[in-house]
């Protein structure tokens, strides 16, 4: 039996009391531990080094502890990757049947088309490992590791532009407004570090497609738990290196002046909050030589260079995979990953192959480096976009045909933390086109997920406008069948 | 259980809002104990949702709870009692599959209020406010005001005492930063310190009141309710102008705008008679909303989207009711239908020429266009000589006469003159310009280019001809040049001046209006009945004969019998100045909202509000007057632990400053601040490469004072906010936002320690503390101390800031370059100032600027 969660009551004061109980423990003062062996310092991270979250046990064992979220901006086409659908190719050029196009609408990109011609995959696809996944050819690494992943082909959604439905995938919702995955579980679960923050967002790809900060944003739960964009120009976290002029000794001295002074307040007029404040400055400084120690990969020996292909300082997806990594290890909840140029309304034939090789080896070394470390079992990975593509082509069929917004299904997969390896869950119609088995929402996806790292997702809730508000909104069921 | 002891447990929950002591025959008070109770746990099945509802038993309604389900007196012969204490999982209530548990407090209360008779009364805030007599208490001489009756009555039923006022200093940087967002000058502290009168407090109030910074503070809170931005949201996130209705609220505010015309103007200001310029741009209120832009996106669909976010926007900001809830099913907890949803959104379906959807960078109708006189007459002045110079060149090229055979002619090799595309004969020049300047020219000319010399027809030719005469012929080059060049002069400026006349977003009703559906599951695409506009059946009908559409609504809205209007705007003016509301969910007035902490309080503020003509700053002068709002924040941890959220009112709330008061504090107190007030909004300090992984966007900079300007004219890119805001806990904007969370993390101690605004800032509160004229460091720190934190500091802290410059001048003694290189930064002159002792100051200023009380507003 579990206890229910008092949602707790939004408003200026509403964080108070996790964060007294924390300050309760934590001692002032910006010794020498701090400028010491930062990292070594958060491996045995006593567990003072915690913050709790809003809940005080999960309502579930835990199989995970941490997600490393790959989203795929733009929406990878279910048909050319995860989803092979042989029998288009007889049907090549055809018009789309409308029994199998239903009612459901399509986006003005291609609802004034005379046709809506059916267009094979223009990939190959080929079985693998153990399990017999079938990815197509020009992802090799993975297939070497896809006997971990779960594959889901049957998930849906409903939005059917890209804003709305990554606001979906992140929120639970199309509409603005609602707070994203990393930030319920920021929120839920609390900080595992002292150095770092909870929720880390890194961007790679090509440029086109906009990521706005509104896919992992808070929303109505404390700000504190927003997802904080390492900045690939510049300082990662903003504002983190000091002026021209200060160095890292005279800052640490001034922060000891603010602290003094801050503490001296404190005593006059009792609010906890200089409290909150104080230790708010010290897990600045800390920052400031945790970040750029564990941003920098010039330590990272040649093997892991080669198994990643990173480089570096340079902003790839490849460095990102293995920047999650290493945040993992230092105790960061929540790594959200967006690559973008999955957006493929054209070229799919040239496309496809290129945008997979970008992903394939930095993933698939992403799943083997924390395998080897002992890390997978603990860490939870998603692999996946905001919906999938039309089995139609946009415009007329070419060789250089591409696909338009269809998230009537598409795929995702997961491996870590709770998952079962292997497993392919949920079919499409031969068309690509419809959801005929096991059909996965995106609300379905978002307990499953939950529910690995122990979380109930109808009872993790917060009080907002009169509703007690939770990431799946009013739907979502766990899938055992994804489960170990 | 009793039913004192259940509510004291109840209490101490915080699931009855209240801490005082209750006799022990009290009443159970339906309102304030059983309907949150009901609404929190049973009412998701027996409510008004109609699709979710388990069964024909409601228990939101008297008339179907009472029979079987609730027995008036008889707990022990109710079906409700018989089930909430069933231990057989298959009757028990809740189900134990809702995870929803009554807690045997809960239980014992239904019990009392069904013993009592199961009394329903309507949701307190659905009834208009009576103004309430003022209760008796004993400490009288403590009160300064009615407001005080009401809080010392609670504070004295819980057996406890009102803090003492907060001494002069702290009364003074209090007042200053609620009513204007800045903090008090070291003058203007001294001014106040200086006046033993009686009336010292009160001219200080008044002198607040009528600053002009008064206005942007307002405005700056009602930007967040008005979800007010420079650019579209959505994924494209283009520029777009408002600017003007932000200029308009400060303006409203400062002219102290009474509420209701302030209400009435945003909400129907384009349909007043006669709507003056100023009350169409107020009538932007409704086109703050978001814009989708992204290519393949549903006119249809966006249209109902923006109608929607308008019904929700209003409901939420003048009734503090969440309509919006209803928008894809009947409200689970409130008595707002789907159908009544719709009929609300109605009101704001019919905007004129808005489109659902467009492209980027296009500017959405309907606009107003505005310009100064001076660019009017321009303009005009613009017309008349392009007029004069047209008529001109036209006998110019008139006089003009072709070599006839010149067409027969084979086109000559260029001679050197003829370089730049002058020819001595139109069909060289036709050559010529086929090849090279085709997509350059006249719409007109190319066409006719494009026919065959022969195939022309007469106005083809004379066209080709007059064109060739003006940009080609060189016999004709040294009587056109200059003519041309005139005539380019001209347009450029022309283009110009449109650039420059500013235009702002509003709105304008169909001459016929757009039909409304009820939208089945919110859908567009699933039409229900067709609805008309009106308001929910709760409140009173819209009067006869009154206009159905928004100027009927406003007029409405506005209306003294209207009971949420004025206890919703009090309300969040009670906000203002104690951090939290009277009732503490402003954005939820509705039945799962909070309980007022001080009913009486609300009541008799939104009365007397309506009294005085809803005249603000009235109402607001009586709430910092009153000892309530006086009284020192010194945190009592005693009474911290019985009343942690200050409910009772015992002591001032202290609290952060806003995103945007943080960084006008630092530039006031440095002397950075450019406090013009309006335009169009400026683009600050923003790292380089902020928007490089996200979007398109530029960042142009702002060059000279308006890189100093205050926060509320930012730009505010709605899907990326303005770093060093988003990290203080600003809004998007992209909805209407009631109460701004306030955190605390270290991203925003980097900001204020490292951010360049902020870093200036310290270099030039450094270098006004070095051309002072205190001779000492000690009376220096004394003044950098007071400047930033209104105070002197006291002898301890005299001490750490002596030990802080001590080692910070010993250090860039030592290391001139690295003071070099701090002083580099600053955008102050510092001529003659030497370079280690700047540099040491600088950093200490960092610290003042860093400081907890520097950032708070006790």
Known sequence: ?484 | MTRAAAMAVLMSLGVLPAAEKLPEKAKVDFSRAIRPLLANKCLKCHGPGQQQRASELRLDLRKSAIGTAIVPGRPDQSELVKRITSKDPQKRMPPPESKLELTDPEIALLKAWISDGADYTVHWSFVPPVRPEPPQVAGSGWILSTIDRFVLSRIERAGLKPSPSADRESLIRRLTLDLTGLPPTGSEIDRFLSDKSLRAYERLVDRLLSSQHYGERMAQTWLDLARFGDTNGYENDSERSMWLYRDWVINAFNTNMPFDRFALEQLAGDLLPHASTSQQIASGFNRNTTYNEEGGSDPEEFQVVYAVERASTTGTVFLGLTLGCAQCHEHKYDPISQEEFYSFYAFFNSVDGEKGAQGHDIPLPPLLVLSTPQQKAESQQLVKDLETLEKNIAAEVAKVKLPQLALRTTPPKPTGKDHDGYFGNQSAWETHAKEHLLSKLPKAVQNALKVEPGDRDAKQKTTLANHFIRFGYSPARKIFTPLNKRHKTLTDRQGKLKTLTPSTMVMKEMPKRRPAFLLLRGDFQQKGAEVEPNVPAIFKALPEGAPRNRLGLARWLIDPEHPLTARVVVNRLWTQFFGAGLVRTPEDFGVRGEFPTHPGLLDWLAVEFMRIGWNVKALQKQIVMSATYRQASRYDQAIGRRDPYNRLLTRQNRFRLSAESIRDTALAVSGLLDDRIGGPSVYPFQPDGYYSDKGRWKWPQSTGRDLYRRGLYTFWRRTTTYPSFQIFDAPTRELCTVQRPRTNTPLQALVTLNERTFVQAAHALAARVLRGADNSDTLRLDRAFRIVVGRRPDKSEQKILGGILESQLKHYRRDTKAAQALVAQGSVDSKGLDPAALAAWTSLANVLLNLDETITRE
């Open chain 1, 1 to 484: 039996m579990t206890t229910p969660v008092l949602p707790l009551r939004p408003g200026p004061l509403a964080q108070v009391s996790p964060r007294r109980q924390f300050l309760a423990r934590t001692s002032g003062g910006l010794g020498a531990a701090a400028l010491a062996g930062l990292l070594q310092d958060q491996l045995q991270a006593a567990p003072s080094h915690r913050r709790p979250g809003a809940l005080s046990a999960t309502h579930i064992p835990a199989r995970a502890k941490r997600v490393i979220y790959l989203f795929m901006a733009g929406g990878p086409s279910h048909i050319d990757t995860f989803d092979p659908k042989p029998k288009l190719a007889a049907l090549n050029g055809q018009e789309l049947p409308a029994e199998v196009r239903g009612k459901q609408r399509i986006t003005l990109m291609t609802r004034k088309q005379k046709q809506l011609q059916i267009a094979a995959s223009p990939m190959t696809f080929r079985k693998y490992g153990e399990s017999g996944q079938v990815l197509n050819v020009h992802m090799p690494e993975l297939a070497k590791v896809c006997d971990e992943i779960a594959i889901v082909r049957s998930l849906h959604s409903e939005p059917i532009n890209h804003d709305p439905a990554v606001n979906m995938l992140q929120t639970g919702a199309g509409r603005p407004g609602r707070p994203c995955m990393g930030s319920w579980v920021s929120w839920g679960l609390g900080s595992e570090n002292r150095s770092m923050p909870d929720f880390v967002v890194l961007l790679s790809g090509t440029k086109g497609q906009p990521v706005i900060s509104r896919y992992y944003h808070s929303g109505f739960l404390p700000s504190r738990h927003q997802g904080v964009q390492f900045q690939s120009q510049g300082d990662p976290v903003l504002f983190l290196s000091n002026p021209g002029g200060i160095d890292g000794r005279t800052r640490g001295r001034l922060i000891r002046g603010i602290n003094d002074l801050n503490r001296r307040r404190l005593e006059l007029v009792g609010d906890p909050e200089i409290e909150a404040r104080i230790d708010s400055f010290e897990l600045a400084y800390r920052m400031q030589s945790s970040v750029p120690e564990m941003m920098d990969l010039s330590g990272e020996p040649k093997h892991v260079h080669e198994l990643y292909g990173t480089q570096p300082g340079k902003v790839s997806f490849a460095n990102n995979c293995l920047l999650a990594r290493r945040m993992i290890e230092r105790g960061v909840r929540f790594v959200q990953l967006y690559q973008r140029g999955w957006d493929m309304h054209s070229d799919i034939k040239n496309r496809m192959p290129k945008q997979c090789a970008e992903v394939d080896r930095p993933t698939a070394a992403l799943l083997r480096d924390l395998k080897q470390r002992g890390l997978l079992d603990e860490t939870l990975i998603i692999w996946g976009g905001e919906f999938g593509r039309t089995t139609y082509c946009q415009g007329e069929l070419k060789a250089t045909f591409g696909r338009d917004h269809h998230p009537r299904c598409f795929n995702a997969w997961l491996a870590g933390g709770g998952i079962r390896g292997g497993v392919t869950h949920g079919a499409t119609d031969d068309f690509g086109y419809n959801v005929v088995e096991n059909p996965v929402h995106v609300h379905d996806l978002q307990a499953t997920v939950m529910h690995c790292l122990g979380i109930d997702h109808e009872q993790l809730v917060y009080r907002f406008q009169g509703r007690d508000q939770r990431l799946t909104d009013i739907g979502g069921q766990v899938v055992p069948e994804l489960l170990a």
